[in-house]
Structure formats: C-alpha cells, structure tokens
C-alpha cells in the first residue's frame, strides 16, 4: 500500500533528526520532547532551538542582514565567560536572549487542534500554523521569555554592574524557559500520540 504524503513528509523528517541526534546537534533541553514526538504516530519536529543567550556582532541599527554570530550559548552563561568575551572582540555587540522555538508538523486539522491545546495546556502564549497544506501543517510553538542589549558601539555601552544585572537577568529568564520546555513535554507525553 503506498504510503501517504504526510508518512512521507513524517518520515523525512524523521531522518533528519535521526542524523543530527547522531551528530550531538539536538539541544539537550528539547532532547526527550523531540525524541518523543518523533516517535508518535501522528507528529514530527522539523526544527528548534532550546534557547540562546547570544552575542551578535551588529551595529546599533541592528541590521540583521550584516549581523553574525560572535558567541552563543543554549544554556545559561557565567560571568567570567561573557566578559572574556566581550574583551576579546573590538566589533560592536549586542546581547540577546531567546527562547525556544519548535516546529510541530502533523497531517490533519484534528491533530493541529490537539497541538494548539497542548500549547495551551503548557501555558505557551505564541504559537500557531505556520504552513498549511494537503497532508503537512506545521505549527510553531515559541516561548515569551527575551531580552535585546545593545553592547557595545566604538566602546562598552554598559558598566560591569549593569552588565551583571543583564546577565543575571538573561539567566532567570533562560532557566524558565527550560521550565516551559519541560512542562511541554510532560504534557506531549500525556496528549499526543
């Protein structure tokens, strides 16, 4: 019996994550959820992001398009590294927090209905379909917790204590992120299939 679109779609993308699991690129925070659901019958991740604490090298614009990587971390951050960091690089920088981000993919209506109650049921506020198609929804579910620092220009933007007080800040913040990601999964486990 040939197999339907959504197997298809489900199967690649079960690939997919059997390769980066293979080669340590799953963030350790959404490990046990994405393993789950890529074991359920009727879902798929097709990607996510447990989270970052960042340092962008962009100008005070924050054009994005020119603005690179210069440090990430998917976990919280100690002081000693950030300020190693910072006096490394003569770049301007921002500092960026950012929750996680999943794409939950399934095949009907009746199982996106389920995904967007178990965002509920999580108490994740952003999320909904990001594609819809015969046999392939794909929702995005997105924690609230964020925070945007401009750095650095030609000099530090910020003294050491205000530093602190951000890092501190991005910290709390990371750890109810993982929060919301370990609820989601307690949940997925009990509703999805």
């Not at 100690?78 to 003569?90: D, V």
Request: some cysteine; charged content about 35%.
């Amino acid at each position: 019996m040939p197999k339907t679109r959504f197997e298809m779609i489900k199967e690649r993308h079960r690939k997919t994550f059997e390769e980066a699991l293979s080669k340590g690129k799953i963030d350790e925070p959404l490990l046990e959820l994405c393993e789950f659901i890529s074991k359920t019958k009727n879902y798929f991740t097709s990607s996510h992001c447990s989270g970052r604490i960042m340092l962008l090298n962009s100008d005070l614009n924050e054009e994005k398009k020119e603005a690179a990587f210069y440090r990430k971390w998917h976990r919280k951050v100690e002081f000693k590294e950030l300020m190693n960091a910072l006096t490394e690089c003569s770049h301007p920088l921002w500092f960026k927090m950012e929750p996680f981000i999943l794409h939950i993919g399934c095949g009907t209506m009746e199982n996106a209905k389920k995904l967007i109650e178990l965002k509920d049921k999580s108490g994740i506020k952003r999320g909904g379909i990001m594609v819809l198609s015969e046999g392939k929804i794909i929702l995005e579910l997105t924690g609230t917790q964020y925070i945007s620092v401009p750095l650095k220009d030609k000099k530090m933007l910020l003294d050491e204590q205000a530093l602190k007080i951000v890092l501190e800040t991005a910290n709390k913040k990371m750890d109810k992120n993982f929060e919301q990601i370990k609820r989601l999964t307690i949940n997925a486990k009990k509703m999805l299939k």
